[in-house]
């Protein structure tokens, strides 16, 4: 199983990332999928998530709503979250996590750092 974050990197207050992560090893389409951040000195935030199969519900912090958008392509098994209107308060490392229902298994990407700094 893996989870492979990609796309961070340093962007510009007011700017735009497109991160992605892309899976391995497990029925993509059965899982529920989401963004988490850590900033330093500070604890793990969900940014978004999208609901399996046809990832028809989504939910958003209310740091990010209106900011970024997540996605999924079940045939490609990548999920996506489109930054815009950047912030510097949006640094973090961003993890990539699947989750197989409420109680079901729970697989972790390595994350991938985002900095917004001018």
């Known amino acids: 199983v893996q989870l492979v974050e990609s796309g961070g990197g340093l962007g510009e207050p007011g700017g735009s990332l497109r991160l992605s992560c892309a899976a391995s090893?497990?029925?993509?389409?059965?899982?529920?999928m989401s963004w988490f951040r850590q900033a330093p000195g500070k604890v793990s935030e969900l940014v978004a998530a999208?609901?399996?199969?046809?990832?028809?519900?989504?939910q958003y912090a209310d740091s990010v709503k209106g900011r970024f958008t997540i996605s999924r392509d079940n045939a490609k098994k990548m999920v996506y979250l489109q930054m815009n209107g950047l912030k510097p308060e949006d640094t973090a490392v961003y993890y990539c996590?699947?989750?197989?229902?409420?109680?079901?298994?729970?697989?972790w990407g390595q994350g991938t750092q985002v900095t917004v700094s001018s």
């Open positions: 090893g497990f029925t993509f389409s059965n899982y529920d």
């Open positions: 996590r699947a989750r197989a229902g409420v109680w079901g298994t729970i697989y």
């Open positions: 999208i609901s399996s199969a046809g990832g028809t519900s989504t």
